[in-house]
């Protein structure tokens, strides 16, 4: 019974070290990423999406999956966004929010298929790697080169 009750709380330490290691990787990618919300022009990919989402959702189905043959989630996801809020945040904060959900997400894939220390090394390491903090600005500076 001792062994067991010891087993539960090194258990729960590492839950604990693992959930400060995410929050942790979450904010170094925020503080990474947020600048590219603020600093960076608009770009002429963020315009294209600027003028789908504008719509309503029938018109980006019909524009993008149903004219195009694209696929309309992302979209869907900007006419959200840019109904509150509006402008560069709205339109960039997905690319953001969904890089910050990503990482804990890393982390428990690598605890599958490595270990517990891989799983909190990994988001950590995610967060400031550059390839991927460049994937947040890429979309930004992709069409200006």
């Known amino acids: ?25 979450a904010a170094i990618a925020l503080a990474l990423g947020l600048p590219a919300v603020w600093w960076e022009p608009l770009h002429a990919d963020e315009m294209v999406t600027q003028a ?5 959702p029938d018109e980006i189905v019909q524009g993008v999956f149903v004219d195009r043959g694209g696929a309309p989630l992302h979209f869907l996801v900007e006419w959200a966004t840019l109904a509150w809020p509006d402008g560069l945040v709205g339109l960039r904060a997905p690319s953001i929010v969904f890089f910050v959900l990503a990482l804990p997400a890393a ?27 460049e994937t947040i600005y890429a979309a930004m500076e992709r069409l200006e080169k």
Do not use: K, N
């Open 1 to 25: 019974m001792a062994v067991a009750t010891v087993l539960d709380v090194l258990d729960h330490g590492r839950a604990l070290w693992t959930a400060i290691a995410w929050l942790g990787a």
């Open 52 to 56: 789908f989402a504008r719509g309503s």
């Open 107 to 133: 982390g428990l894939v690598a605890r599958l298929l490595v270990d517990a220390r891989a799983a909190v090394l990994l988001p950590l390491a995610l967060a400031c790697a550059p390839l991927a903090v």
